[in-house]
C-alpha cells in the first residue's frame, strides 16, 4: 500500500525545510540533512563532473572555482538568466531543483515510520512571504510543479508561523505582530485570530532585505579593515575580480554574524585564501566586535521597524488593530537570532504602555514557517491510499482517533466501473458500508461513514462493491490512531489567510481619456470576488478588457461583438481571486457570456537608463508643483532615490533596478499624470489627515464644529471624486490647493490647540523629536555615497561629523528628558524638545549640504 500525506514546505532564501504532521503522530516531524540540521542551504552548484548539486553539497562548493547559486528566492517572478559556470538556470528552475533534492532527502529519512507502507511525498503545500505579487507567486507554484510535487496550496509564511505558535503554545484569540526577516526577505504581518479563524489586517515588507545584507554590510568592514592595513580591495567593483573578493568575504561574514550572536566579540584569520588587486595574498588576522556590526547594520534594523510600522498602520485603518492591540509579537527567521534585533523589536513593539505583548516571542524561529504549513497542509490537504496494484485510491478527510468517530472522504476508480457502496472489512466479516454520492469529477465519488464499530482493528481493508454486492476494487486502509491527550489543538479555519499586495485595476476611458478603474484594491482579504458593471463606449465592434496589477498588464482579453452594436451595452465582469493568488474572470456582454483564466503576467523587462532618466526628470517636474507640507514630504522621499540611483548605477545594477522601481511607484501615488499632479491618492490621504485633526479634537477646530466639519468634509469627499472624473485638468488644480490649504491651516490650529494643553504639547513633541531622529538616523546610514573615491572621501567625512552631533545634540538631551521626565517642569520639557528640534533641522540642511559637497555655484555678478 502507498500512504500518500500532505506536507509543507518553506522554500527560503538562505535556507529552505519541510516538516510532515502524520496522521496518529503527537506533533509534526521536521527535515533532517543527516548531519545534525534541520534546515538545507537554499543553494544549486555544481559537481566537479558538471552535475547539478542542491543543497548542503552546492553550498560547501562556496570556495571552488564555480560558486553556488544564492538567494534566488530573491529573484522569483523575474525573467533573469542565472549564470552557474557553463549552465545557464532561471529562478524558478534553481528553485524547482532545491526542492526536488530537499524532498528525495525528506522521503528518504521517513522511510519506515509507517509499518507495511510506502510514504510517499508528492503532495506538498508550500509557503511564499505575504509580500509576494501574482507573478512571484506563479513562479514559486511553477517551481514546485518541475520538482514533480502537486501543489495543494500556497501559504503566507507570517499566517503559517502564527498558526504553530498558535499551535505550540496554545495562544488564545488576539492579534499577533509577525516579524519576519529572513536571509533575503522581510515579512511583516498583523494577523488576527477570532475563534479559530485567521485574518491578515496589515503586511508589509522588502523583497531585498534580510540576513544577505547583514552578511554585505560586515564584509563591507572587514573589506574597509584590509584596506587600512595595506591590501588593495577598492571600495567598488571596478576590476571583474572585486566582486568575486567581495562574495569571499561576504561568505566569511556569514560565520562572523553567526559568532557575534552569542559573542562579545568574533576573529576571522585569513591565511593566503585570496589575493588582493596587485596579487599578494591576503594574510590578516581581523576581529569584529558585536558593538562594530551593529552599527553597520542599524539603518537596515530601523528600515524594518519601519515596516512594521505600516503593516500597523494598515490595520488600524481596515480593523483598528493597532500597535496598543497586539497581544503577541512573533520573531521568526533566522536573523532574529541577532541580538541587535531582538532588542529592537522588544524597545520599539512590547513593554508596557506601548502593547499587550510583554516581549517578543521566538520558538524555532527557523523552522516555525515550515511546522505551520505542515500542520495546515494535514487539514488542507487529505490522506491518500493507493493500492499497489494502482486500482483505486482513498482520500481521507477526517482521520478518528478511535472507535464511534466519522469517517469521511473520497473514492477514485481507475478501472471500468461504478461502485455503489464502500465497505470496511477484517477477516471477511462487514465492519461498516457507506454509499458513495457522485462528485463533478469524473470518476471520484464522495463517502461519509457515521461512526466506526466497536473492534475496528488498526489494518481493516476497504472494498468498493457493484449494485450486486461484488467486489470491483480493495485496498488495504490505515487507520491511525492518535491518543486523545495528543491531539492537536482545533485547527484553524483559515477563512482570510492571504491578502492582496498589489490592487487590481482594468482600464476604462473617461471623457475621452484612458484611465484605470479599481476592481480589487491593496489589502484585500483572499479569497474574494468583485464585480463590475461596465458599459460599451464605441461602435469598434469589439471589447477590450486590459487588466493591471498596480501598473503591471497581467492580462488581455479581447472580444467581438454582434454587428451595430450600440454603444452603452452593458457589460458585467466578475473578477476571482483565490488565497494562491489564481485569477479568473467571467461575465456577461448583452447575451453573450465568458470565461478566462487569468494566466500570471511575464516580468517587465529591466528599466535602461533612459527610461531611469525619464523617471528621474518626471520627479523633477513633479517636485516644482508641490508647496507647503506636501512639498517637504515628496522631497523627504524622492531626493534619497535619486541620490541612491545615482551611486548605483555603476557599482550594483539589480540595486538600481530595486530603487528605479521604487521612484516608479513614489511617481504614480504622487504625480500619475502630468497634468493632474497630485494624484487622486495623495489628495485623499490629505482629506484624511483633516479627519484626524479635527475628530481628535476636544473642540471646534478654527471655530467650526465636529457635526459642521464633517458635512464639509462629506461635500470636499464628493467634490474630489467629481472633479477627479470630470475632464477639467485647472479644475482638479485648483481643488487640490484647496484641499491642502485646509490641512495646513487645521494642523497650524491643532498645534495652537496643543500649546494650550501644556502636557498634550510635550508629548506630541517628544514623539516628534523622536520619529525625526530616527529618520535622519536612517538617512544617513542610508547616503548613497559617490562612486569617485575621492569625493566619497569628503561625504564620508561629513556624515561622520552629521552622526556625531546627531548623538550629541539629539540623541544625548532627548534621552536626558525622558529619564527625568516626571521630575521636569512641562516648561522646560518643551523649551528643551524645542531646541532639540531646532537642532534636528540643522542637521537635515547639513545632510543637505552632504549632496552638494564641493560643487560650484554661479557667480552673482
Not at 176 to 192: E, H, N
Not at 205 to 216: C, K, V
Not at 309 to 327: C, F, M, N, P
Not at 645 to 667: N, Y
Amino acid at each position: 500500500m502507498k500512504l500518500i500525506p500532505p506536507f509543507g514546505i518553506d522554500l527560503g532564501t538562505t535556507h529552505s525545510s519541510a516538516a510532515i504532521y502524520l496522521p496518529g503522530a503527537a506533533s509534526p516531524q521536521t527535515f533532517d540533512d543527516g548531519q545534525g540540521s534541520q534546515v538545507m542551504p537554499s543553494a544549486v552548484g555544481l559537481s566537479p563532473a558538471g552535475d547539478l548539486l542542491a543543497g548542503r553539497p552546492a553550498f560547501e562548493t562556496r570556495f571552488g572555482p564555480t560558486p553556488p547559486l544564492t538567494s534566488f528566492k530573491r529573484r522569483m517572478g523575474q525573467s533573469d538568466e542565472l549564470q552557474l559556470g557553463s549552465r545557464t538556470l532561471t529562478p524558478i528552475e534553481a528553485s524547482g531543483h532545491l526542492l526536488s533534492a530537499l524532498v528525495a532527502r525528506f522521503a528518504g529519512q521517513l522511510q519506515g515510520h509507517i509499518a507495511q507502507a510506502e510514504l510517499r511525498l508528492e503532495r506538498a503545500l508550500i509557503t511564499i512571504p505575504a509580500y509576494f505579487d501574482v507573478t512571484q507567486a506563479e513562479a514559486t507554484r511553477r517551481a514546485g510543479t518541475l520538482a514533480g510535487l502537486t501543489v495543494i496550496g500556497l501559504l503566507q509564511e507570517p499566517t503559517a508561523a502564527a498558526m504553530f505558535y498558535s499551535w505550540k503554545h496554545r495562544l488564545q484569540d488576539g492579534n499577533f505582530l509577525v516579524y519576519d526577516l529572513g536571509g533575503g526577505t522581510l515579512d511583516v504581518s498583523v494577523i488576527r485570530c477570532m475563534a479559530g479563524e485567521y485574518q491578515v489586517l496589515g503586511i508589509d515588507g522588502d523583497n531585498h532585505l534580510g540576513g544577505d545584507d547583514f552578511d554585505r554590510r560586515l564584509a563591507g568592514l572587514l573589506r574597509s579593515r584590509l584596506n587600512a592595513a595595506g591590501y588593495a580591495l577598492g571600495t567598488r567593483f571596478n576590476e571583474p575580480d572585486d566582486r568575486l573578493r567581495f562574495e569571499l568575504l561576504t561568505r566569511y561574514a556569514r560565520g562572523l554574524k553567526e559568532m557575534l550572536s552569542t559573542h562579545d566579540t568574533a576573529t576571522l584569520e585569513l591565511e593566503g585564501n585570496f589575493s588582493d588587486r596587485e596579487g599578494r595574498p591576503v594574510h590578516a588576522r581581523v576581529e569584529v566586535s558585536r558593538p562594530e556590526f551593529e552599527h553597520a547594520i542599524g539603518d537596515l534594523i530601523e528600515t524594518t521597524l519601519g515596516a512594521c510600522e505600516r503593516a500597523l498602520h494598515q490595520s488600524g485603518e481596515q480593523a483598528r488593530v493597532g500597535l496598543a492591540d497586539i497581544d503577541h509579537v512573533l520573531l521568526v527567521g533566522g536573523s532574529t537570532h541577532v541580538p541587535a534585533v531582538q532588542q529592537a523589536i522588544a524597545r520599539a513593539f512590547c513593554g508596557e504602555g506601548v502593547s499587550r505583548a510583554e516581549h517578543p516571542l521566538s520558538d524555532s524561529p527557523e523552522m516555525c514557517v515550515a511546522l505551520g504549513a505542515a500542520l495546515h497542509a494535514a487539514t488542507l490537504g487529505r490522506l491518500r491510499l493507493e493500492s499497489d496494484a494502482g486500482g483505486a485510491a482513498l482520500e481521507l478527510v477526517d482521520i478518528p482517533s478511535g472507535p464511534g468517530e466519522p469517517l469521511s472522504g473520497q473514492v477514485e476508480l481507475a478501472r471500468q466501473g461504478q461502485p455503489d457502496a464502500l465497505e470496511l472489512r477484517e477477516a471477511a466479516e462487514t465492519l461498516a458500508r457507506a454509499p458513495l454520492r457522485s462528485t463533478h469529477t469524473p470518476g471520484v465519488w464522495n463517502f461519509f461513514i457515521p461512526a466506526l464499530p466497536e473492534g475496528v482493528s488498526e489494518r481493516p481493508s476497504a472494498t468498493l462493491v457493484d449494485g450486486a454486492g461484488l467486489p470491483i476494487a480493495s485496498l488495504p486502509l490505515w487507520l491511525p490512531r492518535r491518543a486523545p491527550a495528543e491531539r492537536p489543538a482545533p485547527t484553524p479555519a483559515l477563512s482570510n489567510p492571504a491578502v492582496l499586495s498589489r490592487g487590481i485595476f482594468l482600464e476604462i476611458v473617461k471623457d475621452g481619456k484612458p484611465t484605470r478603474h479599481a476592481l480589487i484594491p491593496r489589502g484585500a482579504h483572499l479569497p474574494t470576488r468583485a464585480t463590475h458593471r461596465l458599459a460599451t463606449a464605441d461602435t469598434s465592434g469589439a471589447v477590450v478588457l486590459q487588466l493591471f496589477q498596480d501598473r503591471l498588464p497581467i492580462h488581455t482579453l479581447v472580444m467581438p461583438l454582434p454587428e451595430h452594436s450600440a454603444p452603452g451595452t452593458p457589460l458585467t465582469l466578475e473578477l476571482d481571486v483565490d488565497e494562491t493568488l489564481s485569477m479568473s474572470a467571467k461575465g456577461t456582454i448583452g447575451a453573450q457570456e465568458f470565461w478566462v483564466r487569468i494566466d500570471p503576467p511575464r516580468t517587465p523587462p529591466e528599466l535602461d537608463w533612459p527610461q531611469i532618466e525619464a523617471l528621474m526628470r518626471r520627479a523633477d517636474i513633479a517636485a516644482r508643483q508641490f508647496w507647503g507640507m506636501e512639498a517637504r514630504r515628496f522631497e523627504r522621499d524622492v531626493t534619497p532615490l535619486i541620490t541612491g540611483i545615482e551611486a548605483a548605477v555603476h557599482q550594483d545594477p539589480l540595486r538600481l533596478q530595486i530603487l528605479a522601481r521604487r521612484l516608479e511607484a513614489l511617481l504614480d501615488e504622487f504625480a500619475p499624470r502630468a497634468e493632474r499632479i497630485p494624484g487622486r491618492g495623495r489628495v485623499d490621504a490629505t482629506l484624511d489627515g483633516i479627519r484626524r485633526a479635527v475628530y481628535y479634537s476636544s473642540g471646534d477646530v478654527q471655530g467650526i464644529s465636529r457635526d459642521a466639519w464633517r458635512a464639509r468634509l462629506d461635500r470636499l469627499t464628493s467634490e474630489v471624486a467629481r472633479v477627479w472624473d470630470g475632464p477639467d485638468d485647472a479644475a482638479w488644480r485648483q481643488l487640490a490647493d484647496r484641499v491642502q490649504a485646509t490641512y495646513e491651516t487645521v494642523v497650524q490650529d491643532e498645534a495652537r490647540f496643543l500649546r494650550a494643553d501644556p502636557e498634550g504639547y510635550a508629548r506630541r513633541m517628544l514623539d516628534t523629536c523622536q520619529s525625526r531622529m530616527a529618520r535622519v538616523r536612517l538617512e544617513l546610514r542610508e547616503f548613497a555615497l559617490s562612486g569617485d573615491a575621492e569625493r566619497r572621501a569628503l561625504q564620508e567625512r561629513e556624515i561622520d561629523r552629521l552622526a556625531q552631533r546627531l548623538d550629541a545634540e539629539v540623541l544625548v538631551p532627548l534621552n536626558a528628558i525622558k529619564a527625568r521626565a516626571d521630575a521636569l517642569p512641562l516648561t522646560r520639557q518643551t523649551d528643551a524638545l524645542e531646541a532639540i528640534h531646532v537642532a534636528i533641522d540643522h542637521l537635515e540642511l547639513g545632510l543637505q549640504r552632504v549632496r552638494t559637497l564641493g560643487l560650484l555655484k554661479r557667480q552673482e555678478s
